[in-house]
């Protein structure tokens, strides 16, 4: 289908000449960066913008370097760049594996991680790693730069703490002090290019720590801190597991769609979250599946 809307196409030098074109356009302004999801929604009509504004020029905004503990993803850099980077790969594994359950190989080539909190569903494949890494998205508009913990970031479906006139300009994700390993599991209508109909991450650190976080569960990606508050400071064990899989139920809100019912959605999450617990703790300690392994 062509894209019959009218708008105005911008590609700017700068990203100040960007946060001016978002300014003077305001709440009819679109950015593009990958364009996997703005192209389409503009092309099915969801979209209307007067003004397209083309970043992917703009150099410094696809820097990927790990300084000072921390790993700077700009907002350009694509789902490929991330899971080609050793440093990703080494030092976090979580990112790495759920990025490798984004959509195809042609769309991993071309969508961003920062286009993906953008659009703010809440099946995206980026959400619950971020929440574990406890990551901050950091954004600059006419009035200078705003860091956004990504626990704030996620409003609703849709929905995110980007002011009118702001624009991303990358994500900052802190190295967990202590050793840690990850899983995330994704289940999905069939092995392939598809969004997640439930998504589980788990985050454990040395002495007996746990992160979990949910997606497509919920009108927004969201840390289990019920959860977390159970399993902290305790060995991991299958009495235990099955004590947290009891508390799924008061963590999540899944909602029946075309993809899935939600009692399914409720069964599933908490046998996603039995094996993800089993697999990051294995890991932790030398023993677990490869990451990438598909566990559902």
């Given at each position: 289908m062509a894209i019959v809307h009218e708008f105005n196409y911008f590609k700017p030098s700068s990203i100040d000449e960007a946060i001016e074109l978002l300014n003077e356009y305001g709440a009819k302004a679109r950015v593009l960066s990958g364009g996997t999801d703005l192209v389409v929604r503009i092309k099915d009509g969801f979209e209307t913008p007067d003004a397209v504004i083309d970043i992917k020029g703009l150099e410094e905004l696809k820097t990927l370097e790990f300084k000072d503990n921390k790993l700077i993803v700009g907002s350009l850099v694509t789902f490929n760049e991330l899971i080609d980077n050793e440093t990703v790969k080494e030092k976090f594994p979580l990112l790495w594996e759920s990025a490798k359950t984004v959509a195809s190989m042609g769309i991993r080539n071309r969508a961003t991680m920062?286009?993906?909190?953008?659009?703010?569903?809440?099946?995206?494949?980026?959400?619950?790693?971020?929440?574990?890494?406890?990551?901050?998205?950091?954004?600059?508009?006419?009035?200078?730069?705003?860091?956004?913990?990504?626990?704030?970031?996620?409003?609703?479906?849709?929905?995110?703490?980007?002011?009118?006139?702001?624009?991303v300009e990358y994500i900052e994700i802190p190295l967990p002090q202590k050793k840690h390993a990850g899983c995330y599991v994704k289940l999905g209508r069939y092995n392939g290019e598809d969004l997640a109909q439930v998504g589980v991450g788990v985050l454990a650190?040395?002495?007996?720590?746990?992160?979990?976080?949910?997606?497509?569960?919920?009108?927004?990606?969201?840390?289990?801190?019920?959860?977390?508050?159970?399993?902290?400071?305790?060995?991991?064990?299958?009495?235990?597991?099955?004590?947290?899989?009891?508390?799924?139920?008061?963590?999540?809100?899944p909602i029946t769609d075309i993809r899935a019912t939600k009692e399914y959605r409720m069964h599933m999450a908490k046998v996603m979250l039995d094996r993800a617990l089993k697999a990051a703790v294995g890991r932790l300690n030398g023993k677990g599946p490869d990451y990438g392994t598909r566990l559902i």
């Open positions: 920062a286009g993906n909190i953008c659009s703010a569903v809440p099946s995206l494949d980026s959400g619950p790693a971020l929440l574990l890494y406890e990551a901050t998205v950091v954004v600059k508009g006419k009035d200078g730069e705003r860091r956004i913990p990504i626990e704030e970031w996620f409003l609703g479906p849709r929905k995110t703490a980007l002011k009118e006139g702001e624009l650190l040395s002495g007996n720590e746990y992160r979990v976080a949910f997606c497509a569960v919920g009108p927004k990606p969201t840390r289990a801190k019920k959860i977390e508050s159970l399993l902290n400071g305790k060995e991991l064990s299958d009495s235990l597991i099955e004590e947290a899989k009891k508390l799924v139920e008061e963590e999540i809100s």
